[in-house]
């Protein structure tokens, strides 16, 4: 038993050793035991590097591309006055403006005084370079920045403030004629007011303009004192334009005087408008007729008006526009008619724009003493159309303006056909010249005969109420209203100081041919015009008795076709 023993530890020891050797009986090494991998640190994302494209350049890293942070995102440079920050995925600052370049370094890039395109906020896109201008009243302040990478939240950028402009004022307007004064227009002072004349001078975009004043432009002349002499001038224009060292004649006209000022424009600068003038000469203008002033209507001697009948009542409709109050429409009101005389307004610049829809707001007009205005119930059922004297397409620049012109008191009762129809036409005609650009301004009075009435009247054609029209002896309607037996239209253009008249005068019937939508052709409505002259003849008023007399006894005389845009 021992003996097998000792036979099976000797089997055990060959065994290992026979297993650490190779086949020739080397001694194999150990084996190496490998030692556990231990995981890598992730790699820290490496900030692009800001390369400086220009001597004396900074460097900052802004953040709220993604975000808009506002903790440490803005840039806040030194000399600076404001911070610039990010929003919406742009650059902005308080009072700054902003005009990119085409160049890829801050060293490359253009003055800036040659940038035009000036935003108030700038897209931020990498290798943009910008010019960003900071303004007071006093100063612009210029800052370069160049966006160098956009990476996350984050948009490094290059930058370098650059100069300190000072902002020029009235004490820098040149005096070029002895006893000259100087007026600085900015972004709060608009209005220029002159001594000895009533109505300023007024800076609104890029022109001056004002009511009652033309402007006509000298050109080759630099200073007040080389103007040559107003009456040489001629294309008189109702505005300035605001250019650099422009000079001009001012004309301010009023029905019994003219006042001309030398105006030239010193500087220009953005917001700001320097301008050296000197009054020149005031001569008073012969007109026999002009309506005299009336206190707390400022309108009356507006070249729009007829003269004034003491005997009626006389009412001015006006609305604030643009924070000018203007004249909207202005009436005489023949009470015993329960009818106006008259209306009569203008286009203009402002009241022949388009922005406003027809309200259809039917209103007493509270402007007419209590009781004298019509209502509703004086126009149903009578077979007649409430029809417009001032129309609602005449004023729809704004809803004040459109709404006044549903007043009661504007209403006249017209047969359906002609209303929407033949009266129409013309109307439209108008509105056409009014709004061509063809002139400066454009006058109109409108009206329905109350001294000839339609009398003892009974219609073949129902209205759209129905009902067949009817008058009565006196020519009133079933409803106490005085039916005009004719209608008419004065026009009156202006352009650069130049004016042209046309009269129209139709009898109020029913059997024209045109409808709502179907209107009278231009070789038609020629067939109805006529002088001035004539058409006072016709009615009994005195048209345009504002205009210098020399000029009303002109235009007024004679019309011709040529004249106006059919």
Not at 87 to 94: E, M, N, R
Not at 416 to 443: H, M, P, T
Request: glycine fraction near 8%; include cysteine; charge should be negative.
């Amino acid at each position: 038993m021992k003996k097998y023993w000792k036979i099976l530890f000797l089997f055990v020891c060959l065994t290992v050793v026979s297993c650490g050797r190779d086949d020739s009986g080397s001694i194999l090494p150990e084996p190496e035991v490998p030692e556990p991998e231990q995981p890598e640190d992730p790699e820290q994302p490496v900030k692009p590097e800001i390369e400086l494209t220009e001597e004396g350049s900074l460097t900052y890293v802004m953040k709220g591309y993604e975000t808009e942070a506002t903790d440490g995102g803005a840039l806040q440079p030194e000399g600076f006055p404001v911070a610039i920050g990010i929003k919406d995925k742009s650059l902005q600052g308080t009072s700054c403006v902003f005009a990119s370049s085409a160049a890829r370094k801050l060293v490359d890039m253009p003055n800036y005084d040659t940038m035009h395109d000036w935003k108030n906020t700038l897209s931020i896109v990498e290798g943009t370079t910008c010019w960003i201008r900071y303004t007071t009243d006093a100063e612009y302040r210029y800052l370069k920045l160049r966006i160098a990478y956009i990476s996350g939240d984050e948009v490094g950028v290059e930058y370098k403030v650059s100069d300190v402009i000072e902002r020029l004022g009235a004490e820098d307007i040149e005096q070029t004629l002895e006893g000259s004064s100087a007026f600085l227009f900015t972004s709060d002072v608009s209005q220029l007011s002159i001594q000895t004349i009533s109505s300023p001078i007024i800076k609104m975009d890029n022109f001056l303009s004002g009511e009652n004043y033309s402007f006509a432009v000298c050109e080759g002349v630099s200073s007040l004192s080389a103007m040559p002499a107003w009456e040489s001038m001629s294309g008189w224009d109702s505005k300035a334009e605001l250019k650099d060292g422009a000079v001009y004649w001012v004309s301010y006209t009023l029905p019994t005087s003219r006042t001309f000022l030398r105006l030239r424009i010193a500087f220009v600068d953005m917001d700001k408008v320097g301008v050296e003038y000197k009054l020149d000469i005031q001569e008073e203008i012969q007109n026999t007729n002009a309506n005299d002033p009336i206190e707390g209507k400022s309108f009356v001697t507006d070249y729009s008006m007829p003269y004034l009948n003491p005997e009626n009542y006389y009412v001015e409709h006006t609305v604030t526009y643009g924070g000018k109050r203007i004249l909207n429409y202005a009436y005489e009101w023949v009470e015993s008619k329960k009818h106006t005389a008259w209306v009569a307004f203008s286009f203009d610049e402002t009241t022949s724009q388009k922005n406003v829809s027809r309200s259809d707001a039917w209103a007493t007009d509270l402007e007419l003493p209590g009781g004298w205005c019509p209502e509703e119930s004086n126009h149903k059922s009578d077979g007649f159309d409430k029809g417009h004297l001032c129309a609602s397409e005449d004023r729809v620049y704004s809803k004040e303006a459109n709404e006044q012109t549903f007043f009661y008191s504007n209403m006249s009762p017209q047969m359906s056909s002609f209303n929407g129809g033949f009266w129409a036409s013309f109307e439209i005609l108008v509105q056409k010249w009014a709004r061509s650009g063809e002139y400066d301004k454009v006058y109109v009075v409108k009206g329905g005969t109350v001294d000839q009435l339609l009398v003892n009247f009974t219609g073949t054609r129902r209205g759209n109420d129905g009902v067949l029209p009817q008058t009565d002896a006196n020519g009133f309607t079933k409803k106490g209203l005085a039916c005009p037996k004719y209608y008419f239209m004065a026009i009156l253009s202006e352009k650069g100081g130049e004016y042209h008249a046309v009269g129209f005068w139709m009898e109020h019937r029913d059997d024209y041919g045109y409808e709502y939508n179907n209107f009278a052709p231009s070789d038609v409505m020629k067939g109805y015009a006529l002088s001035i002259d004539d058409l006072e003849k016709n009615t009994g008023l005195d048209f345009f008795c504002n205009l210098p007399d020399n000029v009303e006894n002109v235009v007024e005389s004679i019309w011709k076709e040529t004249d106006w845009a059919w």
